[in-house]
């Protein structure tokens, strides 16, 4: 009986031995943490791909900044080169223009009214012209301060488009503070307005301010006497005009008249003048000098440039020398 009941119980061993090893349950947590690890991985590449990005997009910032710098380089080419010019390039207008192209020179030649051109003279910079309403405006500054401009004796001289002076004015300023902007401006008489189209900037010496210059015009005019009868002639009858503008600094100061003629029509000419005028009429010849008053005999005025005077005389038919 305890035979059988041993040989019974042996098959039941391996029956309660079993739960002992599950194998399962342990292979779980190894396969959880690579998962894990696959996942951090994955988030380490995606932050290098945003690093690589943000660099590229401040490369592409950086190089549209350098283009639209350039542009502007490009575009203003000529205001970069007029303020290095102001600054190193430092140059006294002289008398006469220099250069190939006078006319886009900025400096020792003419300023371009209405471009940003400038010229510089005596450490003060005289830009920005504009022309407007019968008056021409600029801008002056100085880099320092000068309590005796007036004795520079800077002039400003307007020309016409073929470069003949039209105008020309002191600069009335006695002083000049640092560093203040200032503007100037010259009211243009009707007859030159619409004709000037250059200014200039020129030191005058003394020589230069007492220089005396004349110009000489003259006209005929022949008026044909009918004949008295059948038997006399046409008569022509000849009157002839001289005029001798005289000149200060090339601005006009008085004109000396002659008019050569019949007696009878000289003395027509002489009680037509003014009051005060005295004239000068005996031997056919009629001579007097216009001072340039209020009273004046001429259409020019006192102080109008040569170019303008012999302009005037020429379009009434004037041949000037």
């Known amino acids: 009986m305890n035979e059988n009941e041993t040989n019974n119980q042996v098959p039941m061993e391996p029956t309660e031995q079993a739960p002992k090893t599950p194998p399962i349950p342990e292979a779980a947590p190894a396969t959880e943490v690579t998962a894990q690890t696959e996942v951090d991985t994955s988030k380490a590449n995606e932050v290098t791909v945003i690093n690589t990005q943000k660099e590229k997009k401040g490369g592409s910032l950086a190089l549209i900044i350098l283009l639209g710098l350039l542009v502007l380089f490009v575009f203003n080419i000529d205001y970069v080169i007029s303020l290095y010019d102001s600054i190193f390039n430092k140059t006294v207008v002289t008398k006469k223009p220099t250069g190939n192209n006078d006319s886009n020179n900025l400096f020792n030649g003419f300023i371009l009214i209405g471009e940003e051109s400038y010229a510089i003279t005596d450490n003060i910079k005289f830009y920005s012209f504009k022309k407007s309403s019968g008056i021409l405006n600029f801008t002056y500054n100085s880099t320092e301060k000068n309590a005796s401009v007036g004795d520079l004796n800077i002039y400003i001289e307007l020309y016409n488009v073929n470069k003949e002076i039209l105008y020309k004015e002191k600069f009335s ?51 044909t006497i009918p ?86 005389q020429v379009n009434e038919s004037w041949n000037c020398n």
């Open 173 to 223: 300023i006695t002083e000049v503070d640092k560093d203040v902007a200032k503007s100037y401006s010259i009211y243009l008489d009707p007859d030159i307005d619409s004709s000037v189209y250059y200014a200039k900037l020129v030191k005058y010496t003394d020589a230069d301010i007492n220089s005396i210059q004349t110009v000489t015009c003259t006209k005929s005019e022949t008026e």
């Open 227 to 312: 004949a008295a009868d059948a038997e006399s002639e046409p008569v022509n009858k000849v009157t002839k005009y001289t005029n001798v503008f005289n000149f200060k600094s090339q601005e006009l100061v008085s004109v000396m008249v002659s008019v050569e003629g019949t007696q009878e029509d000289l003395d027509k000419i002489a009680s037509s003048l003014p009051e005060g005028f005295k004239a000068t009429n005996a031997n056919g010849k009629l001579s007097y000098t216009d001072v340039l008053a209020e009273n004046s005999t001429f259409k020019v005025k006192k102080g109008d440039i040569i170019t303008v005077v012999k302009n005037k």
